[in-house]
C-alpha cells in the first residue's frame, strides 16, 4: 500500500470526459445507420426482450456489425482512436497529479463508465487510468465476442466505488469485497473521491460519494438544466462546465478539493492519534489498578 494517503477520481465517460457517446465517433457511421435510428433500435430491443439497457446495446452493436466489418478486440479498440474529448482533457490527469504530489497525496484515476472498455481502451488517455470499469465482451479464441463479460449500469456502478475504497480492484474478488473492513484499514477514503458525472445514470455514484463524506462534480457542455436539478436537489456538490484546461473552474473546483482532502487527512491522523494515546494511558490505568488489587490479595 501507497504511504501517501489516497486521492482518487472516478469519471464517467461519454459526455463527461468526452462531447458525445463514443459509438457516434465511427462505429455507428461505419454500420451504415444515424445515432437516432441506432439507440432507437436499442431501446427497441430492450423493450421487447426485457433486457438492460447496456446488454441491448451490446447485443446491437454485434448485430448490426455482422457482414459489415470484422467484429473483434482490436476493431473496437482501433475506435477509440477517434474519439473526441474535452479541451484540456489530455494534460488533466498530469496536472492533477502534480497538484496532488505537492500536497502530500497520491492521485488515481478510474473510469467507472456504462460505455465500452474496449473503445476506451483505445484512447489518447487510456493509460492515465488506475482501472477502467466499463461494459466489455468475452471473447473466442479469435478474439471475436461471444458473450457480454460485463455490463456496466447505473446502480451497478456503485459496486466500483467500494472496490476502490477497499482496494479491491480486481472485479473477480468478491469474497474481500464483501468481507467487513473497518474504516482506518480501507486504502482510500470517501473523503478522498470525487466523483465526476454528467447525468442521470451517475445519480446513484454522485449520492454514495457525497453520503459518505466525499464530492460530486456534475458536468455540462451547453444544456445546464438537467444540472441544475442535480445540484438543487442535493445530488451533487457543483456544476461545472467540462472544460477541462489550465485554470478552469474544474481545475480551481477539484485543487481545493485536494487541498480540504490534505487538511480532513492531517486532522484525521491527528485524531486517530489521540484515541491511540487514550487507549494507551486507560489500558496503562488499568493494569496499575489490577497490579494493585493483586498486591493487596497477597497481603
Known amino acids: 500500500m501507497n504511504e ?15 462531447p ?7 462505429f455507428i457511421s461505419d454500420i451504415g445507420m444515424t445515432p437516432e435510428a441506432f439507440w432507437a433500435e436499442c431501446d427497441k430491443t430492450m423493450y421487447e426482450n426485457h433486457m438492460d439497457q447496456i446488454l441491448a446495446y451490446m447485443y446491437v452493436m454485434f448485430k448490426k456489425a455482422r457482414g459489415k466489418f470484422l467484429f473483434t478486440r482490436d476493431t473496437l479498440r482501433s475506435l477509440g482512436k477517434g474519439v473526441e474529448l474535452f479541451e484540456g482533457v489530455e494534460s488533466w490527469f498530469d496536472r492533477v497529479n502534480a497538484y496532488a504530489e505537492k500536497h ?4 488515481e484515476h478510474y473510469i467507472i463508465s456504462s460505455g465500452l472498455k474496449e473503445i476506451i481502451e483505445g484512447t489518447a488517455i487510456a493509460d492515465k487510468f488506475e482501472r477502467i470499469y466499463a461494459a466489455e465482451y468475452c471473447y473466442d479464441e479469435d478474439g471475436v465476442p461471444c458473450w457480454p463479460a460485463m455490463a456496466v449500469n447505473y446502480t451497478s456502478k456503485t459496486q466500483f466505488l467500494y472496490r476502490i475504497n477497499k482496494g479491491v480492484l480486481d472485479v473477480t474478488e468478491n469474497d474481500l469485497l ?10 482510500v477514503p470517501f473523503r478522498n473521491m470525487v466523483y465526476i458525472g454528467d447525468g442521470l445514470t451517475d445519480v446513484p455514484c454522485m449520492k454514495l460519494v ?11 457542455r451547453d444544456e445546464k438544466d438537467s444540472g441544475n436539478k442535480l445540484l438543487l436537489k442535493g445530488r451533487v456538490d457543483y456544476l461545472l ?4 484546461t489550465e485554470g478552469s473552474d474544474m481545475e480551481k473546483t ?3 478539493l485536494v487541498d480540504l482532502a490534505e487538511a480532513a487527512n492531517r486532522t484525521m491522523a491527528m485524531h486517530i492519534r489521540s484515541v491511540e494515546q487514550a487507549q494507551k494511558e486507560n489500558d496503562e490505568k488499568r493494569m496499575k489498578e489490577w497490579e494493585l488489587g493483586k498486591a493487596k490479595c497477597n497481603n
Open 178 to 187: 464483501n468481507e467487513f473492513m473497518p474504516e482506518e484499514k480501507r486504502r
Open 4 to 18: 501517501k494517503p489516497i486521492f482518487a477520481l472516478m469519471y464517467d465517460f461519454d459526455k463527461t470526459l468526452s
Open 254 to 256: 477539484v485543487f481545493a
Open 104 to 107: 502530500g497525496m497520491k492521485a
Open 210 to 220: 457525497r453520503a459518505n463524506g466525499g464530492h460530486s462534480i456534475a458536468v455540462y
Open 20 to 26: 458525445r457517446n463514443m459509438q457516434e465517433y465511427a
Open 241 to 244: 462546465k467540462a472544460d477541462y
